[in-house]
């Protein structure tokens, strides 16, 4: 495993770039960003926009691979990794494809085994190109050498992919995570106590109020995000480290060690949990005030008239639904009054009205924040989600993978969200629900309550988010807010040897007496006999 | 138990003034405040004068036989209500003389069980009175009238009596703590997961690093806390819930159902350790700039020249040590070319030098703040150790009761402080120890390091207070951010009917397995026999 990667050269242009703009500065900050690409890297360049107006300067190290994050940005300067992975590039439609086609099967534990399978393999893929971009970074020693002198203040990353925290590590730079997920699962799980009593796995479609059932059920889950960590995803970051660290560690050590982590939720949307003083909130950060829309659609938007617009996005990842779908959904758009705006890339539905537009992109936060809007239609992920709250719009879900059911659950169970299956989608369906989100006030009343809440609060997420990483740059770390209880083996951090012990001495007292007991009995009874 | 309390009629006056001030209107709240006396007070009313800046109307409820608490102030209505109670009005010293004995004892153990007895003979007294207090109110018809009819909009408290949570929930009202204690120990232990393995437990003088021997020992200590909660302190509060609430409750209960807990603590003075989302750190909320000196004082600390300025006071409680241990420290004073400021209200210390100086009170806080302070010789009070911090003047600390040893270690453990034990304290271990906090560096710098940390916070914490008291009252309370899981069964809430129930299956398998292999081997034996 030792070997697994090796090193391609890099354009030396760039690496001259970096070294011209790190030079520390007494206003500015020197920051190392290392980035998740698709949905995570949009989360991550808000912070980056809000870092560069304070006059931070940064270093972007990208794939040659990646889908959105560009070589030249005036935000900052990139270092590109060559990339080879096994990922093919038709590996996540074709992903997408065999999750719809698992999801909308008969049988469900098939169904679900399947998707695990899935979900398993895409995992391990990526982690594992993660892994490989590390390791390129590392063996590239003219690279390590500037990345050495370039005196970055912290390491900025996404644990999702968790290759940037193995990074911090070797650099020996303070770490500030932007962070919903880490490999081991939800970001908390690595970080403050999860009685799973209470609080619901990933992927389980549990809330915080569990049956029994459901509560071995959430159990078993957990199993199964250790088994993924330990046989799936760790021994990546494992060899990585046994490579490049002389004291014995793993990444779910590394990852606890992180001064700050800002954490993309907050309690209006997440169930009330545990937490760490590290820890800040930043749900809904990337949330901003509607701006005009775009003349056109603003027209569109006006001619709804009194019924308003519903609008319809299935994020990032995914183009479109199958077309069985996408034309039932039609079908029941077309015979609503209100008008609908639909960002789908896909052949065009058949039984499309004349009500709907279909746009391949859409101002999505501006639209939401439109007072004619009336229901979002929604995959669940968490942008969308944070946004859906921040403008009080309520939330017509249609969950397909990762975090998005556990997102609009906690939408649901707060009364301002409905939920539907793909596995039995049809107009009938679809119809009563489109139409119980716009005509049954709760929804709009309940999300409007969640937005209130989420505003009212003493400092906005963003500025937050920001004052945190510059304190760490201010004072080197934040070694003072973070438990070093992780660095415990298990069972001491589980008192499991206090308790043996305080169990064992009693018991051993108990035995003795009884032992002492025994003998003098044996020996009366000796006596007697003779 | 349930007629343990009468009722004494109160002064009809009073409740006619609050219900003149109690008209709810609409930029100010109204506030109910059932505060704790003694310096608990100081801190309760440093958050109402700022309440009361902000235009909110407070009442407060004070027993007839406050130390601290006004009738007439221009920033609250009171309520007073007659306290019966079994302490003498020479309780507090005579049990000020008998800790003194004890810790100047000789034998460890017998002075440890000693001291333990007097603590909880005095716990049990106050919490006796806290809830005679209660009892008495909520037999007042007429008063209970007036409170229910005054509408206000929370009842703002410190649970570490918790009469006035038991008041909040007869009133149905939301409910904020001002929290540092409650009845069972520490304030986070009954709301976020306490792991002992890192998690001192009051009184134990552990950090949150503990060797083997100090982990048992930390998990005895917390045996002691059960056992003072469920059989000396817990039966006061549950015959009031058991008389006044119709649903079997108890004082735990109340407590983990506040909506916001203001912590007077925070993380550049406490050890990381877990936290929930409706607690708010407001450690050191009670420290302001320094002001200007008295001008005798401002020369006085001025005369010191170069030298400096040293500190010492023990708190509101404690007006002066045994006389023996007084004219050692006035001794080693006297040969300091320091000037001293000694806030001493007993006899003239016998051997006092001309550099020092006696006062029955001083604006401790003003003069912490002045340049001229070099060192603070303190017994550990939270006011006193946050003050320290705030202004980064350094620590020596002569803990006497209560949490002043745990407040005193923390800065300890941070290299900002010494401890001296009184048990041990002369001339020459006193000389050698502010010597040391004098003309070491590191402990100055060390506290420096500290001052800097606390005023580096995204809000002041008088302001963090001041908002979530103003949130609970917008949105009537701040149910999304507590966690319901308190009300699971404590058996649930750890998972071990879960964990039972998966080790039973595979085990009753197993022993199925067993048993048929048995019975098949038993037959084949039987038919070979035959």
Redesign the interface.
Known sequence: MKNHFSWKPLVVVEVAVILLIALPSCNSGNILVVPVDGSHWVNMKVLMEELHLKGHIMTVIRGSNTMYIAEKSPLYTSITIPIRTHLTEDFFPKFLKNVFEVQRGDKYLIKFLKFQKELLFMMSEIHCYSCQMVSDILENTELVKKLKEAQYDLVLTDPALAGGVVLAHYLKLPLVLNVRWIPSGEGHSAL??T????IPSPGSGFS??MS?TE??IN?LYCGITVFQQRFMIGPHYQALCDRYFESSCDIETLIQSADIWLMRAD??FE????????VV?MGGFQCKPPKALPEDLEEFVQSSGEHGVILMSLGTFVDSLPSDICDEIAFVFATLPQKVIWRHLGNRPSMLGNNTLLVNWMPQSDLLGHSKVKAFVAHGGTNGVQEAIYHGVPVLGIPLLFDQYDNLLRLKE?GAAKILDIATLERGIFSSAILEILHNPSYRLNMQRLS??HH?Q??KPL??AI?WIE?VM??KGAA??????YK?PWY????V???A??LAVPLLLLLTIIGVIRYFCHRVCKIKSE
């Open positions: 403050a106590p009685p799973l009593s209470y915080d109020r029994f509560r071995v159990i309690f209006v169930f009330p949990r545990p937490t760490m003083p590290n909130y707060k209130r809440l009212d003493p400092n500025d937050s004052f304190y201010r004072h003072h807010l973070r438990s070093e209880s415990l001491a951090y589980h008192s040897d206090v308790i012990t305080l």
